[in-house]
């Protein structure tokens, strides 16, 4: 199973990606997380201890720069086909069953990114996903231009994370189209920060037949764990229940 959680950014997608990450880990899975995110969270909210001594794979330039065979420090030429069958590996935490990549993005400039770390991250990335056996959950990088870089195409279900504001929605229904036009199977979405059954009747309105998956009330714990976190301080047993509905929808893989 290969799942991406995505969304605009700041509507919790890291913390609806750990709760499930650490459910499935907790049910005996083993389960592959992959940290896409330049903000890079996720170990945070996993629980892993130290989690700022984990440098994401993109910040590693000398690694990259002697794989994809640059000389003298000159990025204009460069293998397009690095060795990375040994990165997942050597650069993966270990927590339980589950297993952490923290691979960062390349910070772009107006004109977007074609550079060496690009090219490497997507092709570890490729590989990742047709190659490992795992459960992979991905927190993906907030918004839409993962998905205009095909980088996310190989995933079974798209997770979009929306909160109750016209600019969530608009990303929403965004990823959703690209999403279904690179063939992922089925793209549902999570109502988070929900205080109100308002909030939840205006997220279904706006998403127009985008399937709510379920719905994650505002609450302290929720908004600690995205303050910086971890998914060990949840207390409230009825946020962890409602990500169970995700079984409900890939019966064929977490039934």
């Known amino acids: ?147 205009g870089r095909r980088t996310a195409e190989i995933s079974d279900y798209f997770v979009v994370v929306v909160e109750p504001s016209e600019r969530s929605i608009d990303t929403a229904l965004k990823i959703a189209d690209l999403a279904k036009g690179q063939g992922v199977k089925k793209v549902f979405a999570i109502a988070n920060k929900i205080k109100t059954k308002e909030d939840t009747d205006f997220i279904k309105k706006g998403l127009a037949g985008i399937e709510v998956a379920a719905e994650v009330p505002f609450t302290d714990d929720i908004l600690a764990i995205d303050k910086g976190g971890s998914i060990k301080d949840l207390k409230d047993p009825g946020i962890k229940s409602l990500m169970n509905k995700l079984r409900t929808l890939i019966p064929e893989k977490i039934g």
Do not use: Q, W
């Not at 389960?31 to 890079?40: G, I």
């Not at 330039?61 to 990375?84: A, G, V």
């Not at 997507?122 to 927190?139: A, H, P, Q, Y």
């Open 1 to 147: 199973m290969k799942i991406a959680f995505t969304g605009k950014g700041g509507v919790g997608k890291t913390t609806m990606a750990s709760i499930l990450i650490h459910d499935l880990a907790k049910s005996g899975r083993r389960v592959l997380a992959v940290d896409c995110d330049p903000d890079a969270n996720l170990a945070a909210a996993l629980g892993f201890s130290d989690p700022a001594s984990i440098t994401p794979i993109s910040k590693m330039k000398e690694m990259i720069y002697d794989r994809m065979e640059i000389k003298d420090k000159d990025p204009s030429f460069y293998k397009l086909n690095p060795h990375i069958e040994d990165i997942p590996e050597k650069f993966t935490k270990k927590m339980g069953n589950i297993n952490l990549l923290v691979m960062g993005t390349v910070e772009k400039s107006g004109g977007g990114c074609v550079c060496p770390e690009s090219i490497f991250l997507k092709n570890l990335l490729n590989r990742i996903m047709l190659n490992e056996g795992d459960d992979i959950v991905l927190d993906m990088e907030a918004g839409i231009e993962h998905l």
